[in-house]
């Protein structure tokens, strides 16, 4: 049966009960379903579980297929389930010229499968794109990188009707690129030379006008790219340095969420310009600063990483980084939708500066925003005004998170790196419901659609449901 759900203005149409990408619908986390069960864990309600390699991408849900990408040793792969049994249809493998560095935290097989409900398309920080058709039959590939990226790529690629979105931030050398989703043709590619690392997944937004836009949360701003042409057409300012949440939007605002180190507020210094700093550090007259010559020990002890393009030395465009850096504060924002140019002034709403998560994307549910970070706290806040309604612990699940929370017949969904997924009552004054405990780690998002749970661990995926 064909359906269409309309979530902000972008008229997405697949089946009925569909998850087609990070997190669903327009990476919103929130499923339409309501008929759901409420007793579930491995064993109880469980229709079927498949034993897979790990890997932090989430599952994507199309017609009746399951897509996910996952490594084993050297090797990396996608793979088709069924999604009614769970049995594996074909497994893929794809290159893997190089094995970047990637922070503990991070996999060789972090973004998400994105589909048109027939086709797959993957991202692999070693490889780049490949494409599949429904049964397996690789249809284009697209090489990418190697990246300049300590931590290694995990943005999810993103479909907006025949053009592939691909953001590709690093150190130096970030772009931006859209390729036909039938061809593997580039059909543009914007350079993005102010934006350093980023992990954040576009979110696609239908203006005004009737063009869509896609909404890149980058280093220091979001900027609005015309789907089809990769025009900027709007941006907007004060975000942190980082970003590695995927915002969230509603019909008129988006919800941005950064949280990166020594950014905190209070942990601000001046830096003096870089003209300054070369007439009293610059000791060989070349206009950059290598190590021995910089007189900050702040500075150089983190010479590597401030380094941006692996010179062996600090140039113009690394010192500007580094002093965009030390000003900015983490928060989450909120900015109205839309306009021309530079709409920060405009646009902004409100920010919230306090307890931040610092990989999950935030949550917007029946007018709350829902904030969920290391130690299980969780946080809601009025999503009109930015006011905290409610801050507590999530008993029974401390520990790091990874995974996005998710909500679904009104009940959130949240699971900690331990593998122990709350289930909460949403509102004002949450409250946890139960826990239920899955005995090993969890970083994939879990994905609600058709009335069933699907959520992945280091080594399954789990499908719950009633069963009778």
């Given at each position: 049966?064909r359906?269409c ?7 997405v149409?697949?089946?009925?009960a569909d ?11 929130v499923?339409p ?5 409420e007793?579930?864990?491995p064993?109880?309600?469980?229709i079927w579980?498949?034993?897979l390699p790990?890997?932090?991408s989430?599952p994507?849900?199309v017609?009746n297929r399951?897509?996910l990408?996952?490594?084993a040793?050297?090797k990396?792969f996608?793979f088709?389930?069924d999604r009614?049994s769970?049995?594996v249809?074909?497994r ?7 094995q970047e560095k990637l922070h503990?935290?991070?996999?060789p097989a972090?973004p998400?499968?994105a589909?048109d409900?027939r086709?797959?398309f993957?991202?692999?920080t070693d490889f780049?794109?490949?494409s599949?058709g ?11 990188g ?10 999810t690629p993103?479909?907006?009707?025949n053009t ?5 931030d690093?150190?130096s050398?970030s772009?931006y690129v859209a390729?036909d ?7 543009w590619?914007v350079?993005r030379?102010d934006f ?6 576009p979110v696609l937004?239908?203006?005004p006008?009737?063009r869509?836009q896609?909404?890149q949360?980058g ?9 089809e ?6 941006f907007v300012?004060?975000l942190t340095?980082?970003?590695?949440p995927?915002?969230v939007?509603d ?5 941005v969420?950064g949280w990166?180190g020594e950014?905190d507020?209070?942990q601000?210094?001046?830096v003096?310009e870089?003209?300054?700093v070369?007439?009293n550090?610059?000791k ?5 600063l ?6 900050n ?5 983190g010479f590597d990483e ?7 030395a600090m140039g113009p465009?690394d010192?500007q980084?580094?002093?965009?850096k ?8 909120a900015?109205?939708?839309g ?15 306090k ?8 949550l ?5 925003l ?7 706290i969780?946080?809601?806040?009025d999503a009109?005004?930015?006011?905290v309604?409610?801050?507590?612990r ?6 790091a998170?990874?995974?996005s929370?998710i909500a679904?017949?009104n ?7 331990e593998g122990k997924m709350a289930?909460?009552k949403?509102?004002?004054d949450w409250?946890?419901?139960k826990?239920v ?8 998002t879990p994905a609600i659609?058709?009335?069933?749970i699907?959520?992945?661990t ?5 499908c719950f449901g009633?069963t009778?």
């Amino acid at each position: 049966m064909r359906g269409c759900f309309l979530l902000a203005g972008l008229s997405v149409s697949l089946f009925a009960a569909d998850w087609p990408t990070f997190r669903g619908p327009n990476a919103s986390g929130v499923s339409p379903d309501t008929n759901l069960i409420e007793e579930f864990g491995p064993g109880k309600n469980q229709i079927w579980k498949t034993e897979l390699p790990p890997g932090h991408s989430s599952p994507v849900l199309v017609g009746n297929r399951i897509y996910l990408t996952a490594y084993a040793q050297d090797k990396l792969f996608t793979f088709a389930l069924d999604r009614a049994s769970g049995k594996v249809l074909w497994r893929r493998e794809a290159p893997r010229p190089r094995q970047e560095k990637l922070h503990k935290s991070n996999s060789p097989a972090s973004p998400s499968a994105a589909s048109d409900g027939r086709n797959v398309f993957v991202f692999f920080t070693d490889f780049g794109l490949l494409s599949y058709g429904p049964d397996g039959e690789e249809r284009w590939r697209v090489p990418l990188g190697p990246f300049n990226n300590p931590m290694g790529q995990a943005a999810t690629p993103v479909l907006s009707g025949n053009t592939l979105l691909v953001p590709c931030d690093q150190e130096s050398g970030s772009f931006y690129v859209a390729l036909d989703k039938d061809t593997g043709k580039v059909k543009w590619r914007v350079e993005r030379p102010d934006f350093t690392r980023g992990f954040s997944t576009p979110v696609l937004w239908k203006a005004p006008n009737g063009r869509m836009q896609a909404l890149q949360a980058g280093s220091y701003r979001l900027v609005a790219y015309d789907v089809e042409t990769g025009k900027e057409e709007w941006f907007v300012r004060g975000l942190t340095w980082q970003l590695k949440p995927t915002p969230v939007i509603d019909n008129e605002n988006i919800y941005v969420l950064g949280w990166a180190g020594e950014a905190d507020p209070g942990q601000q210094e001046q830096v003096p310009e870089f003209g300054e700093v070369l007439t009293n550090w610059d000791k060989n007259k070349d206009g950059k600063l290598q190590r021995d010559e910089i007189g900050n020990p702040k500075i150089v002890k983190g010479f590597d990483e401030l380094d941006l393009d692996r010179d062996g030395a600090m140039g113009p465009r690394d010192w500007q980084m580094y002093q965009a850096k030390r000003a900015v504060v983490n928060g989450v924002n909120a900015f109205k939708l839309g306009g021309s140019g530079d709409m920060t002034a405009a646009n902004t709403l409100w920010k919230y500066e306090k307890s931040l998560p610092n990989v999950p994307s935030p949550l917007l549910y029946q007018g709350v925003l829902y904030l969920c970070k290391e130690g299980g706290i969780l946080t809601a806040l009025d999503a009109k005004t930015g006011k905290v309604l409610k801050q507590g612990r999530i008993t029974g699940a401390p520990g790091a998170y990874f995974a996005s929370p998710i909500a679904a017949g009104n009940k959130i969904y949240t699971v900690s790196e331990e593998g122990k997924m709350a289930i909460i009552k949403p509102g004002a004054d949450w409250e946890v419901v139960k826990i239920v405990d899955f005995t090993e780690p969890v970083n994939a998002t879990p994905a609600i659609i058709g009335n069933r749970i699907y959520v992945r661990t280091h080594n399954a995926l789990y499908c719950f449901g009633k069963t009778s």
